[in-house]
């Protein structure tokens, strides 16, 4: 029923500066009478700050001790995307949020690029093996924890975030089950018209017919 | 009314049928399979007029099946049917997007229109997600007579395919489409009487013969009956 998910969370030290890097990746691919009920999987990317105030959440649900926040109105948000470009998505109630223990950034240089605090699960695809769908689904994110002198979360608790992100897909996948087949319906008739009723004509006067 | 209507079901046409043509109405829903798919519907609505046969040419208006929304607000009410439905007449022509007849698309539908409420709207494919979105469904966009005579239309054979909206449930519950549907038989039926308002005629004829001057007499003196014939 569900297919199978490659997923993998590496922190690794770079020489490119002192921030580690993360990388999140995830793969998966829809085989034939896997997800027939076509659920909805969203895009998954960063959410980028300037968009953070002004995006009021809520608690949608709680994977182990992480929670997923839901958007409490539709409206936008800004994310950075894995190519490194600013996209305006529309937020909507299925939209889901998963806050991060700290900032992740864009650039290895301290001082220097985007604060991002969380994973954004928005917009999204019907995914099955049906031709106008997607059968497939890659998700690679990069980008580096905060250093470690000063307050900044150890990268564990990152890690553990990630982690969850095959968990949310899984619960995501569920989307659409709430929809269950239905048998046919009919209504046949097969007779000469010689029906009684009552109808309103031009003066609105009743007219009955016996 | 009434007499005329007894008259008709009393009569039988030279083949030995009714007044009232057979049609045959035939509406199914489904199956959808579980998750996010649409219910496919096929409705057929067919009547073939035999010589005899609705003899008073009923006049069968545009039909069209609307979300609440998009019904017009300058309307009347033409009919109350069973179950409490209400059919409408619109007053101005209006655009909508509609299934069928043709392509499905933006239609500008013009008076008279006879429209029944749908409870929502009706697609093109059954992926959710996918196809495009209609506000109704047309059964037929022009109005026309119904009858054998040369010149009506004589003959329908009426099928339109859509999908509905993708709903919740175990199984979802499409009901009050269906309730809808049903009305459209009834609705048919109702039309199909249409024209019996005006019944037979026996010929009338005016005759007058003789004199002028015995005419100017007659009115001179009120009291004398005189027959024309």
């Known amino acids: 029923m569900f297919p199978e998910i490659n997923f993998k969370a590496d922190i690794i030290r770079t020489s490119l500066g002192p921030r580690p890097k993360f990388v999140l990746s995830l793969s998966t691919q829809v085989r034939a009478g896997q997800l027939s009920w076509r659920p909805m999987v969203p895009s998954v990317v960063m959410l980028y700050l300037p968009s953070r105030p002004r995006l009021e959440t809520t608690l949608a649900f709680r994977l182990g001790s992480i929670p997923v926040l839901r958007p409490l109105f539709a409206g936008s948000a800004l994310c950075l995307t894995p190519s490194g470009v600013k996209v305006k998505f529309i937020t909507r109630s299925s939209t889901l949020i998963v806050p991060l223990p700290g900032y992740v950034f864009d650039s290895p240089i301290p001082g220097r690029g985007e604060r991002l605090p969380g994973i954004y699960l928005g917009g999204g695809w019907f995914m099955s093996s049906y031709p106008v769908d997607i059968r497939s689904l890659e998700v690679h994110i990069e980008g580096y924890l905060p250093c470690r002198r000063g307050p900044a979360p150890a990268p564990k608790a990152y890690l553990e975030v990630f982690n969850i992100v095959p968990e949310l897909l899984k619960e995501l996948w569920r989307d659409g089950l709430d929809s269950g087949p239905s048998q046919e319906l009919g209504l046949e008739y097969n007779e000469i018209v010689c029906s009684g009723g009552t109808i309103y004509g031009p003066e609105q006067k009743e007219i009955l017919f016996i | 009314m009434a007499r005329n209507k007894k008259k008709f079901f009393s009569s039988e046409t030279p083949h030995g049928e009714g007044p009232f043509p057979k049609v045959i109405y035939k509406v199914t829903i489904g199956p959808k399979p579980m998750g996010n798919w649409r219910p496919p519907f096929n409705l057929v ?27 017009p607000h300058s309307r009347r009410e033409r009919f109350s049917l069973s179950g409490g439905l209400k059919v409408y007449e619109a007053q101005k022509s209006f655009w909508a997007v509609i299934l069928g007849p043709g392509a499905p698309g933006e239609r500008f539908l013009e008076c008279p229109v006879l429209i029944l409420p749908l409870p929502g709207d009706l697609f093109t494919r059954p992926q959710k997600g996918e196809g495009q979105q209609c506000e109704g469904l047309c059964l037929w966009d022009k109005g026309f007579y119904l009858s054998p005579h040369k010149g009506d239309c004589s003959s329908l054979n009426i099928v339109r395919e ?68």
């Open chain 2, 162 to 229: 859509g999908y509905l909206p993708w709903r919740e449930g175990h199984p979802p519950n499409y009901d009050d489409y269906m309730k809808v549907f049903k009305a459209v038989f009834e609705l048919f039926c109702l039309l199909l009487e249409d024209g019996l308002t005006s019944g037979d005629l026996p010929p009338l004829s005016l005759e007058f013969q003789g004199p002028l001057n015995q005419r100017m007499q007659a009115l001179e003196k009120p009291d004398e009956t005189i027959s024309f014939v």
């Open chain 2, 45 to 71: 609505l067919q009547c073939e007029v035999k010589p005899g046969q609705l003899e008073w040419r009923p006049y069968i208006p545009a039909v069209c099946l609307l979300r609440p929304e998009k019904i």
